[in-house]
């Protein structure tokens, strides 16, 4: 479903790539945890996997659509599958919430506006956002902003949902509420997922696959249930929180 082949991405000012070879696959209902060091480049290969940045070598592929190297209009095919909470929510600020949210299904343009007012409503309900419709972004607490971006980011059931960040700066209770809504998403449609977050522990019950990503490589991927136990010292620390370590 998505994959990444040899992919290096570095920026002006690094010495360093910032990504240099980096091999996934990810098959169609997986669902992906991604974690590593602060600036490690997750959300880079979040937004190279929707085409907002381009790889410098290497080849990015969604659905068997070429992602590296293709036109503007071939990435709106691309992006219409793909269901992305950024990690900033990337809410328009101009917008009311409710007219965010319904945002990806006006511009699919198949429901009549009755029906998506209904749905974005569902939504919000389902996210704890009820009747919040008329508000704009900066009249919410950042919970209620990310829970919004989620909100955009599932309701025209994309079959890939990338999500960076989740629960970054929420309580516990609604860091599990969030988690539990990702669970419920998934298991609704059969999305592949691809979750991005620094709460290793909770990402860890949600994501039965993990890669690391550390010095531009995938240090690891494999199986959550054993990279606690990894041979690799630097992937058992950054898991565990240990102070003493390679890291
Ligand atoms: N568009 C860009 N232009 C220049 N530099 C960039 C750009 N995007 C990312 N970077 C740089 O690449 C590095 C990795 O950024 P990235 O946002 O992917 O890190 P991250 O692993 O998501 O970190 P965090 O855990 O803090 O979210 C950072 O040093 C950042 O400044
Ligand atoms: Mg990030």
Do not use: H
Not at 38 to 49: D, F, N, R
Not at 50 to 62: E, F, I, K, M
């Amino acid at each position: 479903m998505i994959r990444l082949a040899k992919v290096g991405k570095s920026f002006a000012g690094r010495t360093l790539p910032l990504l240099d070879g980096v091999d996934l696959t990810i098959a169609s209902g997986e669902t992906w945890g991604l974690i590593g060091p602060g600036a490690s480049g997750k959300s880079v290969v979040l937004k190279l996997i929707c085409g907002l940045l381009q790889p410098d070598v290497g080849a990015v592929t969604v659905a068997d659509l070429a992602v590296s190297g293709a036109s503007e209009d071939a990435l709106m095919a691309v992006r219409a599958r793909i269901g992305m909470l950024f990690q900033n929510n990337a809410l328009f600020d101009f917008m009311t919430i409710g007219d965010n949210v319904a945002f990806p299904l006006q511009r699919e343009g198949t429901l009549p506006e009755a029906e998506i007012r209904q749905r974005v409503a569902e939504k919000l309900r389902a996210v704890g956002l009820v009747g919040s419709e008329e508000k704009f972004p900066n009249q919410l607490s950042g919970g209620m902003r990310k829970r919004a971006a989620l909100a955009r980011a599932v309701i025209a059931r994309p079959p890939i949902l990338i999500y960076d960040e989740p629960t970054a700066g929420l309580d516990p209770v609604t860091t599990s509420k969030i988690y539990d809504l990702l669970r419920a998403e998934r298991d609704q449609t059969g999305a592949t997922v691809i979750a991005v977050s620094s709460d290793v522990d909770a990402l860890r019950q949600f994501a039965p696959r993990m890669g690391m990503l550390y010095q531009g490589k995938l240090r690891y991927d494999g199986s959550t249930a054993n990279i606690a136990d990894s041979d690799d010292a630097v992937v058992r620390q950054f898991v565990s929180g240990a102070l003493e370590g390679p890291l």
